[in-house]
């Protein structure tokens, strides 16, 4: 064992710990192994008459995450992007509302009746993904919100009606181009 690891294990207090904790005085003659040389994850095996233990010091510091610690949090993100997004344009169709009447707030109205249900599915896809088969499964109500949010796509009128109206206001708010 090299100096220094020895240093980071005190072995003769461990073995007082170890006898206190199992009440074997054969843990007084252990001896330490370093057994993988890294500086970050050092990994000691223990030994005694009493058996052997392995110890591995976890590295300091912050860890970088992993890959699938990353693609949650992605998957998370864009999630909470997306319902800010629909809550502030039902906000902005509301104030429209508020102000114009609801002929004014007509192309707000129907492009929150094409993005809200779609952004609830892609919202609840995205947390069936995360949990996994847990997540289509009766333990957890995903599927069955999914299948909810999909319906509502449909019985509100089918978006490409709601696409339509979107078009036809904003083709009559600028005059058509003559070449």
Not at 63 to 76: N, V
Not at 94 to 114: M, P, T
Request: net charge neutral; glycine share 8%; with cysteine.
């Amino acid at each position: 064992m090299t100096a220094g690891a020895l240093e980071l294990l005190p072995v003769q207090p461990l073995s007082q710990a170890l006898v206190e904790a199992c009440g074997d005085a054969r843990w007084l003659q252990t001896t330490a192994e370093l057994i993988s040389g890294g500086k970050s994850n050092l990994t000691f095996t223990l030994c005694s008459p009493a058996g052997e233990l392995v110890l591995r010091r976890p590295p300091t510091g912050t860890l970088l995450p992993s890959a699938h610690d990353m693609a949650r949090e992605d998957l998370i993100a864009q999630s909470r992007i997306e319902i800010d997004q629909a809550r502030l344009h039902v906000c902005h169709a509301a104030w429209l509302i508020d102000r114009y009447g609801a002929q004014g707030a007509r192309s707000e109205i129907s492009a929150i009746k094409v993005s809200a249900p779609a952004m609830a599915t892609q919202v609840i896809d995205r947390a069936i993904e995360i949990f996994g088969g847990m997540g289509v499964s009766n333990d957890i109500r995903l599927a069955y919100f999914y299948a909810w949010a999909r319906v509502l796509r449909i019985v509100d009128g089918p978006d490409a009606v709601h696409r339509r109206t979107i078009a036809r206001l904003e083709m009559k708010k600028t005059a058509p181009y003559v070449g």
